[in-house]
C-alpha cells in the first residue's frame, strides 16, 4: 500500500458526462501528478500541482481540469467525456515535486474510468 | 519516433530464469532512469534508480545504464511467479517531467 488513496476505484459513465476523480495524497507529500494509462498510449502525465499551485503541463486536454485544495487532496474534472477518455487514471504524490530523481512519486491504485 | 521505446511483450519465461528487459530512448538529455513493476489493476511502484551510466545492483534486480547508445536493461535474477507484472522504464532530464515506457508484460511460469 503506497498511502495515496483515489477514489472512486471504477466509474462507468456515457459519452457528453461529466466526472471527477479525487486523490489524497501521503501523508506529509505536497505534490500531485495525474497520469493516464491507456492500452495503446502507456503511462502518460497530464498535470502536476504543488502545494495547491499549479507546477507543471503535460499532455492534457482542453476538457480537463484540476486542483489542489488546502488540505492537500486533489480533483482531476472530465467534462465532454469521449469514447477515447476511457482509460485508467493514477495519481501519484511525492514530497517536494521539485523534479529532482530522489523526489519518488508513490502511486495509488487509480481509477478505472469507461466512456459508454 | 516516441521518447521512449519498449518491447511490450508478453514475455514468458520459467521460473528461475535469467530476465532481461530493455528500452530505448531518443532524448541525449535524460539523466535519471526508473523501473517500475505494476500489477494487474495496481499503480506502477518503483524498483530501482540510476543516474549515469553502469550498473546498479538491488537484490535479484540490477539495473544497467549505457547512454553512450541511449540503452537501459532491467536484469531480474532467479524470477519468481510474484515477478510477474509488466515492467515500465521511465527517464527524465533534471527538473522535468518523467517519461514513460509503454511497459513489457512479463509472466514467470511455475
Known amino acids: 500500500d503506497s498511502g495515496v488513496t483515489q477514489t472512486p476505484k471504477h466509474l462507468i459513465t456515457a459519452t457528453g458526462q461529466r466526472v471527477t476523480l479525487r486523490c489524497s495524497p501521503r501523508?506529509?507529500?505536497?505534490?500531485v501528478y495525474w497520469y493516464q494509462q491507456s492500452l495503446d498510449q502507456g503511462l502518460q502525465f497530464l498535470i502536476q500541482?504543488?502545494?495547491?499551485?499549479?507546477?507543471a503541463k503535460g499532455n492534457i486536454l482542453e476538457r480537463f481540469s484540476a486542483q489542489q485544495f488546502p488540505d492537500l487532496h486533489s480533483e482531476l474534472n472530465l467534462s465532454s467525456l469521449e469514447l477515447g477518455d476511457s482509460a485508467l487514471y493514477f495519481c501519484?504524490?511525492?514530497?517536494?515535486?521539485?523534479?529532482?530523481?530522489?523526489?519518488?512519486?508513490?502511486f495509488g491504485p487509480g481509477t478505472r474510468l469507461t466512456v459508454l | 519516433q516516441k521518447e521512449v521505446e519498449q518491447d511490450p511483450g508478453p514475455l514468458s519465461v520459467p521460473e528461475g530464469a535469467i530476465v532481461s528487459l530493455n528500452c530505448t530512448y531518443s532524448?541525449?538529455?535524460?539523466?535519471?532512469f526508473m523501473w517500475y513493476r505494476q500489477y494487474s489493476r495496481k499503480g506502477p511502484e518503483l524498483l530501482m534508480y540510476?543516474?549515469?551510466?553502469g550498473n546498479k545492483e538491488d537484490g535479484r534486480f540490477t539495473a544497467q545504464v549505457d547512454k553512450s547508445s541511449k540503452y537501459i536493461s532491467l536484469f531480474i535474477r532467479d524470477s519468481q511467479p510474484s515477478d510477474s507484472a509488466t515492467y515500465l522504464c521511465?527517464?527524465?532530464?533534471?527538473?522535468?517531467?518523467?517519461?514513460f515506457g509503454p511497459g513489457t508484460s512479463l509472466s514467470v511460469i511455475p
Open positions: 501519484a504524490s511525492s514530497f517536494r515535486g521539485s523534479g529532482a530523481y530522489t523526489d519518488t512519486q508513490y
Open positions: 501523508s506529509g507529500d505536497l505534490s
Open positions: 500541482y504543488y502545494n495547491g499551485e499549479e507546477r
Open positions: 532524448n541525449s538529455a535524460f539523466q535519471y
Open positions: 540510476t543516474y549515469s551510466s
Open positions: 521511465a527517464m527524465k532530464t533534471s527538473y522535468d517531467k518523467v517519461i
